[in-house]
């Protein structure tokens, strides 16, 4: 996937580009300038790399309808944490994961921090 971030940072050149693992987001001021780097990049990961985009996740909208991405919703006027991933760190919240999860909150649900510190304290009494 190396090969890719270059393609795309040195040549494609997005106004914006995020990738963790294998799912990346690409924003560009005109739908027709993603819709041709959409064309590139299929085009550079089948030829090049073997690898086929999922046709589900591979979506073109408008940044103002948010972005759906790792378990966060990312608006123009900022981000909120996915309500599943909220209710799943209620219930699998332990002593080792406390850091992972306290940090997701954090950065993303800071209405929550308070209710999020006082399960941490049920933990440890």
Request: aromatic letters at 12%.
């Given at each position: 996937?190396?090969?890719?971030?270059?393609?795309?940072?040195?040549?494609?050149?997005?106004?914006f580009?995020?990738?963790?693992?294998?799912?990346?987001?690409?924003?560009?001021?005109?739908?027709?300038?993603?819709?041709?780097?959409?064309?590139?990049?299929?085009?550079?990961?089948?030829?090049?790399?073997?690898?086929?985009?999922n046709?589900?996740?591979?979506?073109?909208?408008?940044?103002?309808?948010?972005?759906?991405?790792?378990?966060?919703?990312?608006?123009?006027?900022?981000?909120?944490l996915?309500?599943r991933?909220?209710?799943?760190?209620?219930?699998?919240?332990?002593?080792?994961?406390?850091?992972?999860?306290s940090?997701?909150?954090?950065?993303?649900?800071?209405?929550?921090?308070?209710?999020?510190?006082?399960?941490?304290?049920?933990?440890?009494?």
């Amino acid at each position: 996937m190396n090969e890719l971030d270059r393609l795309v940072k040195h040549i494609l050149k997005p106004q914006f580009y995020l990738r963790y693992g294998d799912d990346f987001i690409i924003i560009a001021p005109k739908r027709e300038i993603v819709e041709n780097m959409r064309k590139q990049m299929i085009f550079f990961l089948n030829n090049s790399l073997g690898l086929v985009l999922n046709p589900k996740n591979d979506i073109i909208l408008p940044v103002r309808r948010g972005i759906h991405f790792l378990g966060v919703e990312i608006y123009p006027t900022g981000r909120r944490l996915k309500n599943r991933i909220w209710q799943r760190a209620q219930i699998k919240l332990n002593e080792r994961n406390i850091s992972s999860y306290s940090g997701l909150i954090k950065q993303n649900f800071t209405k929550k921090i308070p209710y999020f510190d006082w399960l941490i304290t049920k933990i440890y009494d």
